[in-house]
């Protein structure tokens, strides 16, 4: 078996992984990143439509183009990236972490690692997730399953499109299947709001008219060998209207119902997993429960944006290189979701530091503010002009707003 | 239809016309009004908002991305098998006109890119006349890596 030792081991060469191990490099460690496709970039390689990076570069470019400026960067700098190179293992030996895994060119390796990384991404929840009933004919998919298969292998899924689900990987499919010559007839979301980013409502659906049915379920998947069609029920003040069930024609049924971060490997190795999140437990330094081991990206929590994950892997990597240092939290304080706040990420504070927290509403609402709470006093508030699920929130915490807080202090994080 | 036909018109309805900023995922919800035949935008967080609202209202544009067929340097197509994109993505440069984009996608449609490339490369220059130009966003080897 392979040995090897670095500073730090970062699993996944996604955005995240790979800012992570740019920050860590330039602070002078050794990092290898290991991944297990053919190409660093992740999730952005199939994501040919622009929106990305308008925060990192101040330029609005494709997923390619992104993922080409970091791995650019990884290049330039000498960081090892293993490809093909899948992670099966974590786990605590001798004082120290081992990180299994396993290659065609290298059969099984075993690298040692101050510190890990854990910047996996997320997986798509698929239709078992979400339990439609029905027949198992063909021309069911995930919309990220299709996106691979129209962007990268060329193959077009099918002509007659109902999608279901609004989050943004199906509204990107909605434009990219009209594009290729397809027919999208509907997107088709259980809850009264839209679960994707507004803009990509526009550019996306209303740009081609396409319908979208808020507070609807699709009932059933009609079809035998291949799909011939959905039935769509509507919802009304919780209940399905059974009498107003209409029925969709069409070939393929794209789902876009959610994200989930991709923990098989963290919770093999014990670590422990928010149920908010379903991403790991992480302190004001994003180290999980097992010590020397961080989290970033999709893989903590899923993000809508690119830039927030470059920026909370670069955090990563940064807090990931002062631990290597010795540098250990004095104390930290637990911040809360309070009203209308779905999850606070990091869920603990450091009253030394500056604090970079990410959000999300669990409300739609316009002129409200995001507040900072100690012991149920304001300390900091923050004017928003609108929020709604789908777009995370972020606030700046400076060592003055926990200047009045103890050990047992209540801070949280509240929509007004 | 000319900037003072829209302003009359904007200015014939009673309410201001609300839209969404796309230029960026922030999605700022602006709130655009017309008074003396200048645009009034509220609501955008920066000034590429004012300039959206503006454009958004009398010549709406959007950043076109698809795929051109690979081609490998012996001539062939990659095979399904062959575990590299068969498809490389490419974008306009700028924001393309929203009425003519279906005739530039059919244009893209019958086009092939011969690897090796680079992302950034020139695919189609000016096209379809409106000076904006068409170019690669993956970089691709000889090999298709
Ligand atoms: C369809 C879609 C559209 C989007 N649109 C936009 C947009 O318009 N603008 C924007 O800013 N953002 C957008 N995003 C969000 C953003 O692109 C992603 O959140 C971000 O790229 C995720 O980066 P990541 O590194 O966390 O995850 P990923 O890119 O998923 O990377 C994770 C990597 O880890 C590897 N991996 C996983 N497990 C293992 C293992 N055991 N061993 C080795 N390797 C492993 C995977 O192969 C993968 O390469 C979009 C996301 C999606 C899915
Ligand atoms: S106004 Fe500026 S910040 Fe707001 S969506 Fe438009 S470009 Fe983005």
Redesign the interface.
């Known amino acids: 078996m392979r040995q090897a030792r670095y500073d730090a081991v970062v699993i996944g060469g996604g955005a995240a992984g790979m800012a992570a191990a740019i920050e860590l490099n330039r602070r002078g460690h050794s990092v290898a990143i290991l991944e297990r496709e ?2 660093l970039g992740g999730i952005l ?1 199939q994501c ?4 990305f990076g ?1 925060i990192e570069f101040n330029e ?3 997923g ?2 992104f993922a ?1 400026r970091l791995e650019t960067q990884v290049r330039s700098r000498g960081i090892s990236a293993f490809l093909c190179t899948t992670v099966l293992d974590i786990r605590e030996e001798g004082g120290t972490r081992a990180v299994y895994c396993v290659s065609p060119a290298e059969g099984v390796s075993r690298i040692e690692a101050g510190a890990v990384l854990l910047a996996m991404g997320c997986r798509e929840r698929n239709r078992g997730n979400i339990r439609i009933p029905g027949t198992r004919p063909a021309g069911v998919y995930t919309a990220g399953l299709a996106q691979r298969l ?5 193959y077009i899924p099918g002509k007659d499109v109902v999608i279901v689900g609004s989050g943004d990987i199906g509204l990107i499919m909605a434009r990219r299947m009209t ?1 290729a ?1 397809c027919k999208v007839h509907a997107v088709i979301e259980i809850l009264p709001y839209p679960s994707g ?3 990509n ?3 996306c659906l209303e ?1 081609f008219g396409i319908p979208l049915y808020l507070s609807h379920l699709v009932t059933d998947i009609v079809g035998e060998d291949r799909v011939e069609g959905v039935e769509v029920t509507p919802i009304e003040q919780g209940a399905l209207m059974h009498d107003k069930a209409f029925r969709i024609l069409c070939d393929t049924v794209l789902l876009s119902v959610g994200l989930v971060p991709e923990n098989e490997l963290s919770r093999a190795a014990g670590i422990d997993i928010n149920p908010a999140t379903n991403g790991p437990v992480v302190d004001s330094m994003l180290m999980t429960s097992m010590p020397g081991v961080f989290a970033c990206g999709n893989v903590l929590h899923v993000h ?2 690119v830039d927030y994950v470059v920026e909370e892997a670069r955090r990563a990597g940064a807090a990931a290189s002062e631990w290597l240092a010795g540098y250990r939290p004095e104390a930290e304080i637990r911040v809360k979701a309070g009203a209308n706040i779905r999850y606070v990420l990091p869920g603990r504070l450091n009253p030394a530091r500056e604090n970079r927290l990410y959000m999300r509403p669990l409300i739609v609402r ?1 002129d409200c503010r995001l507040e900072l709470k100690v012991d149920g006093k304001v300390v900091r508030s923050i004017r928003k ?2 929020v709604q699920p789908s ?1 995370m929130l972020s606030m700046v915490v400076t060592q003055a707003d926990l200047a009045q807080a103890g050990r047992d202090s209540v801070v949280e994080i509240a929509l007004a | 239809m000319s900037e003072r036909g829209v302003a009359d018109e904007l200015k014939s309805s009673p309410d201001v016309r609300r839209m969404i900023c796309i230029t960026c995922p922030l999605g700022c919800h602006l709130e655009v009004s017309v008074h003396d035949d200048t645009f009034l935008v509220s609501g955008n967080r920066c000034q590429r908002g004012e300039a959206y609202a503006r454009e958004e209202v009398l010549n709406p544009r959007r950043t076109v991305t698809a795929t051109c067929a690979a081609v490998l340097p012996d001539g062939r197509h990659p095979g399904p098998s062959d575990g590299i994109p068969r498809r490389v993505p490419v974008r306009t440069s700028q924001p393309f006109p929203r009425e003519r984009i279906q005739e530039l996608l059919d244009l893209l449609h019958t086009m092939e890119i011969q690897l090796p490339v680079k992302s950034g490369d020139m695919v189609v220059e000016n096209a379809l006349g409106t000076g904006i130009d068409v170019i690669c966003t993956r970089s691709l080897d000889a090999s298709g890596r």
């Open positions: 053919e190409t390689m040919i439509h622009n929106g308008l609005e470019l494709s390619p183009e080409q129209v962007n990268i292998e060329g594009w010559g980013l507004t803009r409502i526009v550019q740009d809508d944006l316009n002009a609108h777009e």
